[in-house]
């Protein structure tokens, strides 16, 4: 059983920061990618920022300001948010694509976090 949990949203400042956490656990063979999106009222998900073995995007609108990093040894992936402005505002959401092995077959699926609230305000 795979599950996400995420911590770190709240309510700040603009201009302020903010860092956010996923920590995956569970019968784990290995993780392909680890990223964050974000819905904020009334707007489609969006993808915030992924990373990969070797690699790294983010949305333009995040550049500069957000940083996405992992701690591979306790499956854990941080979103580091700085500089935010209201626009900023949505619930966040951890994906995590990963390998399970299954009576002996590998399985790649996606699994999500919870959700938790980032608000933007002063």
């Known amino acids: 059983q795979v599950q996400l949990v995420e911590s770190g949203g709240g309510l700040v400042q603009p201009g302020g920061s903010l860092r956010l956490s996923c920590t995956v656990s569970g019968s784990i063979f290995s993780i392909n990618a680890m990223g964050w999106y974000r819905q904020a009222p009334g707007k489609q998900r969006e993808l915030v920022a992924i990373?990969?073995?070797?690699?790294?995007d983010y949305t333009d609108s995040v550049k500069g300001r957000f940083t996405i990093s992992r701690d591979n040894a306790k499956n854990t992936v941080y979103l580091q948010m700085s500089s935010v402005k209201p626009e900023d505002t949505a619930v966040y959401y951890c994906?995590?694509?990963?390998?399970?092995?299954?009576?002996?077959?590998?399985?790649?699926?996606?699994?999500w976090g919870q959700g938790t609230q980032v608000t933007v305000s002063s």
């Open positions: 994906n995590v694509n990963l390998v399970t092995i299954r009576n002996l077959y590998r399985r790649v699926a996606d699994y």
């Open positions: 990373t990969r073995t070797g690699s790294i």
